[in-house]
């Protein structure tokens, strides 16, 4: 696994752990790379954007973590809504996109900016 990978995936994990209510176990390897698994015991694999800029990568690796915290969410029976808009909360979740060469979270009603991924502010 490489660093920039490893890097970004951490910056997409502070988010989560700034704002979903159930968080994953992590494990990676060499091989593999990183998967994250749910309490009930069902994983995701992360992978890297096969080209691209930094933003691109972010914005590929968020898009999954969301994935996986919005089944993990459902299957937990919490609202499966992550991250929260914060201008329109339990409506949509927001939606990772890159604007101007850098990757951030919007809503997807306005357009509205709300932050940089990794940069969400704990709830």
């Not at 995936?9 to 994953?24: F, G, K, M, S």
Request: proline share 7%.
């Amino acid at each position: 696994m490489n660093m920039e990978f490893a890097e970004a995936v951490e910056t997409v994990l502070r988010d989560l752990r700034a704002q979903c209510a159930v968080q994953p176990e992590i494990r990676s390897d060499d091989r593999n790379g990183i998967t994250l698994w749910a309490p009930d015991g069902s994983g995701q694999g992360l992978t890297p954007h096969p080209e691209g800029t930094a933003a691109e990568l972010l914005v590929h690796l968020a898009d999954q973590v969301q994935d996986w915290a919005v089944e993990t969410l459902w299957s937990q029976g919490a609202s499966a809504i992550w991250p929260q808009c914060p201008t329109h909360p339990d409506t949509h979740p927001l939606t990772a996109t890159v604007r101007m060469d850098t990757a951030v979270w919007t809503c997807p009603k306005t357009g509205t900016t709300a932050a940089r991924i990794g940069e969400l502010k704990t709830r």
